[in-house]
């Protein structure tokens, strides 16, 4: 089993900046893949950025220039900075992981999910 704890949400004003981390344990050897998603209240849950073993970065058109995945192997640890934040990207955000090398873009297709941080941006 692996356990993943997020943290570093919380609300800002448009155009500020956030970084969301999310700390992995348990059985991490088997992950090779880590993700970011966000679900706004009546919505589906949709991919934000994922990044493989290789460190292959995938994101979401309306993310890109503004959010960077990264991870910390040597802690285990996924981050996520968002900057130039706006009101369109309020949500609660979801760290998950997959033991497929390959990072698909539906949430079904991962194995292990955090409680979630929101992210709450005013304008």
């Known amino acids: 089993q692996v356990q993943l704890v997020e943290s570093g949400g919380g609300s800002v004003q448009a155009g500020g900046s956030l970084r969301l981390s999310c700390a992995a344990s348990?059985?991490?050897?088997?992950?090779?893949?880590m993700g970011w998603f966000r679900q706004a209240p009546g919505k589906e849950r949709e991919r934000v950025a994922t990044i493989n073993s290789s460190g292959f970065t995938a994101y979401t058109d309306s993310v890109k220039g503004r959010f960077t995945i990264s991870k910390d192997n040597a802690k285990n640890t996924l981050y996520l900075q968002m900057n130039n934040l706006g009101p369109e990207d309020t949500a609660m955000y979801y760290c998950a992981a997959r033991t497929g090398y390959t990072c698909p873009r539906g949430p079904n297709d991962y194995n292990y999910w955090g409680q979630g941080t929101q992210v709450t941006v005013s304008s």
């Open positions: 348990g059985y991490t050897f088997s992950i090779e893949c």
